[in-house]
């Protein structure tokens, strides 16, 4: 196994069944990809069965585990962790969700396009125009869309998709960001802007469906505010 391919990591909290054909599609597109997968803490009833078949799928495969639930900041960190310790030589991660919203295919396309740019961040883009693009994803996007270019002058057009490459040099910097919730992706973006990384957004497959959404642990009232508490720092203050 080369471990200089970028390595996919997957936070995981009470998956849906589909992760495990999930996780064997993304080994069937990228077989030299070593595959992180976080447990989040993980409490229903078929949650452990799941994690079990998917570490079983392949030796490239690594499922790492929370005995609580600590959120997907956390669970991003502790995967991004792991990469520095075992995969040293690693051209970077890609970050995808577990819900299926992410197609193998886009994923390989984020891959491919860090070993050709290994020194920019690939965000992921959904079109949000679509028709069955629920109210409140479409309504909370923009508005923190909105907030970092009223506070921050940038515009990023989806500044909450999990799918997202990053190089290596910034894996470590990712260790510093405050938050271990939803707000860690939006610090992550900040870090960016502030630093005038380059940024690269990638147009990928929208996928929303009644299986995604009962998965998603987003708490719009909750996760919004500490989303929005982190743009205000981030605008008046260095610290971030």
Do not use: W
């Not at 030589?89 to 390989?108: K, M, N, S, W």
């Not at 970092?148 to 190089?167: K, S």
């Not at 290596?168 to 502030?194: C, D, Q, V, W």
């Not at 957004?201 to 998965?215: G, L, M």
């Amino acid at each position: 196994m080369k471990r200089s391919f970028p390595v996919i990591l997957i936070p995981a909290y009470n998956p849906p069944a589909t992760f495990t054909g999930l996780c064997r599609k993304i080994l069937a597109v990228l077989p030299e990809h070593p595959l992180v997968v976080v447990n989040d803490g993980s409490d229903s009833p078929e949650s452990a069965e799941i994690f079990e078949q998917i570490s079983e799928l392949d030796d490239s495969v690594f499922c790492l585990l929370h005995p609580v639930n600590c959120g997907k900041g956390a669970a991003l960190k502790t995967g991004i962790r792991y990469v520095l310790e075992h995969f040293s030589a690693t051209g970077g991660i890609i970050t995808a969700d577990c819900d299926g919203q992410h197609l193998p295919e886009d994923i390989a396309t984020l891959a491919h396009q860090l070993e050709e740019d290994p020194r920019s961040l690939l965000l992921g883009i959904r079109d949000f125009s679509l028709p069955d693009i629920p109210f409140r994803n479409r309504a909370g996007n923009r508005m923190t869309s909105l907030l970092f270019y009223g506070f921050l002058g940038r515009y990023p057009a989806d500044t909450q998709c999990g799918l997202r490459a990053i190089p290596a040099s910034f894996l470590p910097e990712l260790l510093e960001i405050h938050g271990n919730r939803y707000e860690f992706e939006t610090g992550m973006l900040i870090r960016f802007f502030k630093h005038r990384y380059p940024l690269q957004e990638i147009p990928v497959t929208t996928v929303y469906n009644a299986e995604s959404t009962k998965v998603s642990g987003f708490k719009p009232l909750q996760d919004s505010c500490r989303i929005l508490i982190l743009i205000l720092r981030a605008a008046l203050s260095r610290k971030y």
